[in-house]
């Protein structure tokens, strides 16, 4: 059985940096793009940054430049270092990773439980 885990959330006041960290587990034969997205009280999830195998990244504009991916492919782990923090991150963050648990089988997107980022202004 898969499972992503996600630490590293809290309470943090603006100008403040956190790092999200998720570790993925189970029998997993390959693993493609990871990423991390969140959702916001009353506002629907989205893309915060993803990466691929290769280590090609992609960042949502509102965190561009303020946040940074990372990757441990041995480990399977996705790291998200987050600078410069404003009241506008405060969400939940999920971490996600598109695997693939068998030679023959298809790729598909696992996601975490979710980890509380609040920032106070």
């Known amino acids: 059985q898969v499972q992503l885990v996600e630490s590293g959330g809290g309470l943090v006041q603006a100008g403040g940096s956190l790092r999200l960290s998720c570790a993925a587990s189970?029998?997993?034969?390959?693993?493609?793009?990871m990423g991390w997205y969140r959702q916001a009280p009353g506002k629907q999830r989205e893309l915060v940054a993803t990466?691929?195998?290769?280590?090609?990244?992609n960042y949502a504009d509102s965190v561009k430049g303020r946040f940074t991916i990372s990757r441990d492919n041995a480990k399977i782990t996705v790291n998200l270092q987050m600078n410069s923090l404003k009241p506008e991150d405060t969400a939940v963050y999920y971490c996600?990773?598109?695997?693939?648990?068998?030679?023959?089988?298809?790729?598909?997107?696992?996601w975490g439980q979710g980890t509380q980022v609040t920032v106070s202004s």
């Open positions: 189970g029998s997993i034969f390959s693993i493609n793009t």
């Open positions: 996600t990773a598109d695997l693939q648990l068998s030679r023959i089988g298809g790729s598909y997107r696992y």
């Open positions: 990466i691929t195998s290769g280590g090609s990244t």
